[in-house]
């Protein structure tokens, strides 16, 4: 590689890992990827990012790069930016609250970068809202007649963002929105009873899986449950597939809670495409049927928008939109 060669990184910060990407700035192609472990997310901010730091210059050193030749950086996080007031990533200095990393709350994001890669600008956004500008710049976004985009990142939880020709809407917490009025409504991470985080979610579908086992004694869920990583939502959806009844109808009751959370947004932004990614949205499919119930007879908004699992690929569609976000706002700078 050349010396001259000016690179972006872009860091995908999720519950249990961090996902890096080497970006090369003029083909704007990502170079070289890699993932590191996330053991144990109350550590200090500090030494957090003392670990991703060192991955990152890993990558560098492998391409025969410098940390003088990163001109870019952008962090995408789960969580609430700050500081209060700022609305562009550009402008965000520090995750407010993450939910699932709780180390790096109020830590100073863009000075560590700035020590480590010293003619780096820094940018941060968050975790989901980067899967959405990856599926604006490369996916979703760029196909004809789109323009209004939503998307959800399945996953540890539940991440939500909305692009309106071409402008990020801020909060746009989709995951916080309430889907359960019931009195017994589970609490999703963030505390919120009955939100969508609570059902769409790791966390929602091990619950479901017991609770569908007492329902089901004699279903897969019962050695599933017993396992390690106790109801993982990997073998229930692999059991559905294979025919267990109670693991069909676990992925079917997420989707009627995700049908739920798209006819909430329907009346918002009424759009084109919704997109899902994250590692649960690989059985998406598994998941339809529930959706499609959510979904009949609306009577104000009764055309549905396309529903599809990103192109993209569930592994880099994070550090795929952060990397696009570093590198644009790199060039809008230049």
């Known amino acids: 590689m050349s010396k001259n060669q000016q690179v972006a990184l872009g860091l995908d910060l999720g519950g249990t890992t961090c996902k890096l990407g080497i970006f090369d700035v003029a083909s704007q192609k990502l170079v070289d990827h890699t993932t590191s472990p996330i053991k144990d997310g109350s550590r200090p901010g500090e030494d957090l990012f003392e670990q991703f730091c060192n991955a990152a210059e890993g990558m560098l050193r492998g391409q025969g790069m410098t940390p003088d030749q990163v001109v870019s950086t952008c962090v995408a996080s789960a969580g609430i930016l700050g500081p209060e007031g700022a609305k562009e990533p550009g402008q965000f200095e520090q995750v407010v609250n993450s939910p699932n990393i709780r180390g790096i709350n109020k830590f100073n994001i863009k000075g560590a970068i700035k020590g480590r890669f010293p003619n780096s600008l820094t940018f941060i956004e968050n975790d989901a809202k980067a899967h959405g500008w990856a599926e604006w710049f490369y996916g979703a976004g ?181 990397g696009a976000l570093a590198i644009h706002g790199f060039k809008r700078k230049a």
């Open 142 to 322: 760029t196909e004809v007649g789109v323009h209004s985009l939503v998307g959800f990142t399945l996953g540890t939880g539940l991440g939500g963002y909305m692009i309106l020709d071409g402008h990020m809407v801020r909060p746009a917490e989709l995951g916080h929105i309430r889907v359960e009025t019931s009195d017994d409504a589970p609490h999703s991470p963030a505390g919120e009873k009955g939100a969508a985080e609570a059902f769409v979610s790791k966390a929602g579908i091990r619950r479901m899986g017991g609770d569908f086992l007492q329902q089901y004694p004699e279903s897969r869920l019962k050695e599933i449950g017993e396992s390690p990583a106790g109801f993982d939502p990997l073998p229930i959806a692999r059991a559905a597939e294979e025919g267990d009844e109670a693991c069909r109808l676990v992925y079917e009751q997420v989707g009627i809670y995700l049908g739920r959370l798209i006819r909430v947004v329907k009346r918002v932004c009424s759009p084109d495409v919704i997109v899902c990614s994250g590692n649960i949205a690989n059985d998406l499919h598994l998941m339809m049927p529930g959706v499609q119930e959510a979904l009949n007879d609306d009577p104000l908004f009764p055309k549905n928008p396309i529903i599809k699992k990103t192109a993209l690929g569930p592994d880099k569609a994070g550090i795929i939109g952060a």
